[in-house]
């Protein structure tokens, strides 16, 4: 009996052994971008979320901002570990597209909605936000109105930029200015230079300068100020409203075409837009979800900057003049 009662023991034993080992096994890899995997980023919660689900464990890999991602998985080509790519823009799915290394995403978006309307077979939205510069009221009391009034305004008040070869908010504002300056963009941005305190070469770089009171002034997001005031209880920071309209960002994930396990990275995608995904957007990555939440959104997202027009370039074009635009980015930046 004792030898009985100590093999059943054993065999649950073993079994139990055997299916976390299992589930452990099972692993999904995603590439994304630091900030969304930050300790304050929505990275934590949503791996916690997901693995309540998946019976597997989500491997987050960052890299610096979303244009940094494209260029590790062109380099990484078909030898990439990524099975979702999730911080890539609309601005990139072209390009990204182009490389042959993504599958269609086979989920349902019926519920998705983004300014615009923005859909894609392959490529499914996760969040959005326009670009904006954030200001510190203590230190600027009249901000630029417009793009005019940030590119002629007083060089002695500085902005933290970042680097459109790296960063989407970098490339974001070079689209931006496009399409606001179009063929005079270059001379747009020979103005704007001697406002340029320094380019990082992502989002979170800059926001700490700002932040840190090396400048008054910072590319971001029109919901930026919401992090101040819901995290601080802190009104300081303010988006600036500029006439001429303002360039959204629509984030994006997709499946690559050598993903381990397709159902689960589509899984992960399913997940992504439903509300246990949203929930943790706006008070994470402090950007507006792209599907619905399961309750409101914070009252302090009523007070953010709502732009009357939106800039966006579709990504055939960002695709098509990407290269031109940012030699003539650099060559504008680098005139004495």
């Known amino acids: 009996m004792r030898r009985l009662t100590l093999s059943l023991t054993m065999a649950v034993a073993a079994l139990s052994f055997v299916l976390p080992a299992s589930a452990a096994d099972k692993v ?31 491997n987050f890999v960052g890299v610096e901002d979303g244009v940094a991602l494209l260029t590790r998985l062109k380099l990484e080509g078909e030898g990439t570990k990524a099975d979702v790519v999730l911080g890539l823009d609309t601005n990139l799915i072209a390009e990204a ?44 009391a009249e901000p630029p109105k417009s793009m005019k009034e940030l590119v002629e305004g007083d060089p002695s008040q500085k902005i933290v930029i970042e680097d459109p070869r790296t960063s989407t908010p970098g490339l974001g504002l070079l689209l931006w200015v496009k399409s606001i300056y179009g063929d005079k963009a270059p001379e747009a941005w020979a103005k704007l230079k001697d406002r340029v305190l320094t380019v990082t070469p992502g989002w979170s770089e800059a926001y700490s300068l700002f932040t840190k009171g090396e400048a008054p002034m910072v590319l971001s997001y029109t919901t930026s100020p919401a992090y101040h005031m819901i995290a601080e209880n802190e009104n300081r920071y303010q988006a600036a409203s500029f006439s001429e309209g303002h360039y959204i960002q629509i984030e994006v994930a997709g499946v690559t075409k050598t993903a381990a396990d397709k159902d689960l990275a589509r899984q992960f995608l399913t997940f992504m837009v439903s509300p246990a995904f949203q929930d943790i957007i706006p008070e994470t990555n402090w950007m507006m979800p792209a599907a619905p939440t399961s309750t409101p959104l914070p009252a302090a997202f009523d007070t953010l900057v709502h732009p009357d027009k939106t800039f966006l370039m579709d990504p055939d074009t960002v695709e098509k003049n990407r290269k031109a635009w940012i030699d003539e980015w650099l060559t504008a930046m680098s005139v004495n």
Request: include cysteine; glycine fraction near 10%.
């Open 28 to 58: 999904l890899t995603v590439y994304t971008y630091e900030s969304f995997i930050a300790d304050w980023g929505p990275g934590p919660k949503v791996k916690e979320a997901f693995e309540k689900t998946c019976g597997c464990t989500v």
């Open 97 to 140: 597209k182009s490389t042959g290394l993504f599958v269609p995403a086979e989920v349902d978006t019926s519920k998705v909605s983004v300014p615009g309307g923005f859909s894609d077979d392959v490529f499914v939205p996760y969040d959005y936000g326009h670009f904006a510069v954030v200001y510190d009221t203590k230190s600027m």
